[in-house]
Nanobody, 122 residues
Framework: QVQLMESGGGLVQAGGSLRLSCTAS????????MAWYRQAPGKQRDMVAT????????NYALSVKGRFTISRGNAENTVYLEMNSLKSEDTAVYYC???????????????WGQGTQVTVSS
């Protein structure tokens, strides 16, 4: 199986910055993409940013474009989410997601982290 370990959430004032990190470990043959999603209370889980590993192609939700940056770390299978100019509406639980080809299979499976709380005070 595959585990996703997130860190970096916390409480920050509006206008501030935070960096989230996520490392995937376990039975990983290849990662297609990793992504960050978020879910605010009473709302659905929405995509925030994605990165395709082979090409480095990134994609962002319109609400965070220009403020958030997804990047790969030097450590294998690690991604970061740099969040700047944070707003109160960015408050949510942030989840790491990965599409992984695990050893012994020939299809990509989806895995989720446990989530990390980001709270932006106004």
């Amino acid at each position: 199986q595959v585990q996703l370990m997130e860190s970096g959430g916390g409480l920050v004032q509006a206008g501030g910055s935070l960096r989230l990190s996520c490392t995937a470990s376990g039975s990983i043959s290849r990662i297609n993409h990793m992504a960050w999603y978020r879910q605010a209370p009473g709302k659905q889980r929405d995509m925030v940013a994605t990165m395709v590993f082979d090409t480095g192609t990134t994609n962002y939700a319109l609400s965070v474009k220009g403020r958030f940056t997804i990047s790969r770390g030097n450590a294998e299978n690690t991604v970061y989410l740099e969040m700047n100019s944070l707003k109160s509406e960015d408050t949510a639980v942030y989840y790491c997601h990965a599409a992984v080809l695990t050893y012994g299979t020939d299809w990509f499976s989806r895995f989720w982290g446990q989530g990390t709380q980001v709270t932006v005070s106004s």
